[in-house]
């Protein structure tokens, strides 16, 4: 089991900066790969961005490719998100997730993802 507390939302302007984390705790030592999901209000929760268990491999939503950059720091079991050039559009609910069973993967489908944080609101104003 793993449980995921994320950190690091707000609100900022357009064409401002966040940066998220989501730390990791789980109860056996594995391997996992980590993503970011999103949603907003009224709509389904998209992928945002995902990362395979060593950082060797990610993968990003056409949406946020070249302004969001995903990382992880192994040792300190924490994934991060670094969001640039903020738009209103990329206000949501950010959460970030665990896929157990497939650590050299960076899938885009939610359901692929065994655990999940509670999210962080994540504001952009125009």
């Known amino acids: 089991q793993v449980q995921l507390v994320e950190s690091g939302g707000g609100l900022v302007q357009a064409g401002g900066s966040l940066r998220l984390a989501c730390a990791a705790a789980?109860?056996?030592?594995?391997?996992?790969?980590m993503g970011w999901f999103r949603q907003a209000p009224g709509k389904e929760r998209e992928f945002v961005a995902a990362?395979?268990?060593?950082?060797?491999?990610?993968d990003y939503a056409a949406s946020v490719k070249g302004r969001f950059t995903i990382s992880r720091d192994i040792a300190e079991n924490t994934l991060f998100l670094q969001m640039n050039s903020l738009k209103p559009e990329d206000t949501a609910v950010y959460y970030c997730?665990?896929?157990?069973?497939?650590?050299?993967?960076?899938?885009?489908?939610?359901?692929?993802?065994?655990?999940w944080g509670q999210g962080t609101q994540v504001t952009v104003a125009s």
């Open positions: 997730a665990v896929d157990w069973t497939s650590p050299w993967g960076t899938s885009n489908w939610a359901s692929e993802y065994e655990y």
């Open positions: 990362i395979n268990w060593n950082g060797g491999k990610t």
């Open positions: 789980a109860r056996s030592r594995g391997t996992y790969a």
